[in-house]
């Protein structure tokens, strides 16, 4: 089982581009989440999905979608990059949800300039 | 609101000495804690977590953490640290009222280095 996989792993972006970070998991976990971590400030919740079709917004939504058609994926889009989205972005999983080990992908590094 | 505070940001110990990591929360319901640790350029991996069925809980590579409801803390430790330790260590906590979401709240993280 490769679990959470992430790409890319790296990326620089110009202010205004678009891209997706992809992420898919083959744990059939119905929760995932995107979290975003930047220095000194732990990590944020993004976006999370209790199952496919169901999506929700978590800490800091703002600039990012998001779309589950699937169990497995979970892509993370951003329309408009701005200098504030360079981050660290995880995916991560968990089988049932609260008290429950989540299971976190590598990691996409993203830089917008 | 729930929150998470780890206190010192960079920890450094000597091989072969006491880690302790502290961890304060604050909750008005008992809270679901965890222990996470990043190595570099990896994920987050747990560590350990606390689920109330014991106040002291074991994890793995040797740590364990204490559930102290009257401090509102969940200090991690070990007893001997090793060089393969250094890492950055995350406590986290699930937010009250969100029901079987999953969902975490993250401190600011602790890069914890061992000196030989």
């Known amino acids: 089982n490769a679990g959470v996989t992430q790409t890319p792993k790296f990326r620089i972006l110009k202010i205004g581009q678009s891209m997706t970070l992809q992420c898919t998991q083959d744990?059939?976990?119905?929760?995932m989440y995107w979290y975003r971590q930047d220095p000194g400030m732990g990590l944020k919740l993004i976006y999370y999905s209790v199952g496919a079709g169901i999506t929700d917004k978590g800490e800091v939504p703002n600039g990012y979608n998001v779309s589950r058609s699937t169990t497995e994926d979970f892509p993370l889009r951003l329309e408009l990059a701005a200098p504030s989205q360079t981050s660290v972005y995880f995916c991560?999983?968990?089988?049932?949800?609260?008290?429950?080990?989540?299971?976190f992908g590598q990691g996409t590094r993203l830089t917008v300039v | 609101a729930q929150s998470v505070t780890q206190l010192g940001s960079h920890v450094s110990v000597s091989e072969g000495a006491l880690v302790l990591l502290r961890c304060n929360y604050s909750?008005?319901?008992?809270?679901?804690l965890f222990w996470y640790v990043q190595y570099p350029n990896q994920g987050l991996q747990l560590l350990l977590k606390y689920t109330s069925a014991a106040t002291l809980v074991k994890g793995i590579n040797g740590f364990e953490a204490e559930f102290k409801k009257s401090e509102t803390s969940f200090h991690l430790t070990k007893p001997s640290a090793h060089m393969s330790d250094a890492a950055e260590y995350f406590c986290?906590?699930?937010?009250?009222?969100?029901?079987?979401?999953?969902?975490?709240?993250f401190g600011q993280g602790t890069t914890l280095q061992v000196k030989p």
């Open positions: 986290a906590v699930t937010p009250e009222g969100f029901g079987n979401t999953g969902k975490l709240i």
């Open positions: 909750s008005s319901v008992p809270p679901y």
């Open positions: 744990m059939n976990h119905n929760y």
């Open positions: 991560a999983t968990t089988i049932k949800g609260q008290n429950t080990e989540a299971f």
